[in-house]
């Protein structure tokens, strides 16, 4: 028998202790682009008891997706934003879930990302990721933005880490590999660059950005 949503809640509880765990479940995180990066954050995010996350993408389901991104079989061809949520509600059916099958643009981004004070970019495509990362930096002023850069081919894992970039944005990845420049997108070590992603977001909700390199 599945176990109440108390009960589960109660297990994060002796996980991560009251104080944290209340943290987490107050936070809310708005996840831009739900391929290998977005939804291996999103699921980490869900699995910590996160409260509140937001997910956006405008893409469907293809069977090449499933070597690395949260997906089933069955669900190719349906929109990411309505198949996630129904992975992450198996997982953690106690936290609040709103999706939108939007792309992101200059003109929607403040509109769309103002309630959340973290920003997860996920996207895949060089001039996406700097359109986000821009405009939000600039219209958006107190938010926080955690950005996946490089994760292709199989490097070592080590070669993957976090930096800050200014007060507000924190880059995860090797900072060079391309999908263009031979191998490509390998499971394990995109999730290791969701891994870092996601570990920075629980750590802003945590209060310990103050401590990142």
């Not at 104080?19 to 107050?26: E, I, N, R």
């Not at 996350?53 to 070597?67: G, Q, T």
């Not at 309505?82 to 792309?103: H, M, N, W």
């Amino acid at each position: 028998m599945a176990p109440t949503n108390e009960q589960m809640y109660q297990a994060l509880i002796k996980r991560h202790g009251e104080a944290l765990q209340k943290q987490f479940d107050k936070a809310s995180v708005a996840i831009c682009g739900l391929g290998g990066l977005g939804s291996n954050v999103a699921v980490s995010l869900a699995r910590a008891g996160v409260g509140h996350l937001h997910l956006i993408d405008f893409d469907r389901v293809d069977v090449s997706n499933l070597n690395r991104q949260q997906y089933f079989p069955e669900q190719v061809g349906e929109y990411k934003s309505e198949a996630l949520p129904q992975t992450i509600k198996r997982i953690a059916p106690f936290i609040r879930i709103t999706s939108q099958t939007v792309r992101l643009t200059e003109d929607n981004i403040p509109s769309i990302l103002e309630p959340y004070d973290i920003i997860c970019e996920a996207f895949d495509k060089a001039d996406q990721k700097a359109m986000l990362i821009n405009c939000a930096l600039e219209k958006l002023p107190g938010k926080y933005i955690v950005s996946g850069n490089g994760m292709a081919g199989l490097d070592s894992a080590n070669s993957i880490v976090t930096r800050r970039v200014g007060s507000r944005l924190f880059i995860c990845g090797d900072g060079s590999s391309d999908i263009a420049d031979g191998l490509s997108l390998i499971s394990a070590r995109v999730a290791v660059c969701a891994a870092h992603q996601a570990t920075v977001i629980l750590r802003l909700i945590a209060g310990l950005e103050n401590n990142e390199k």
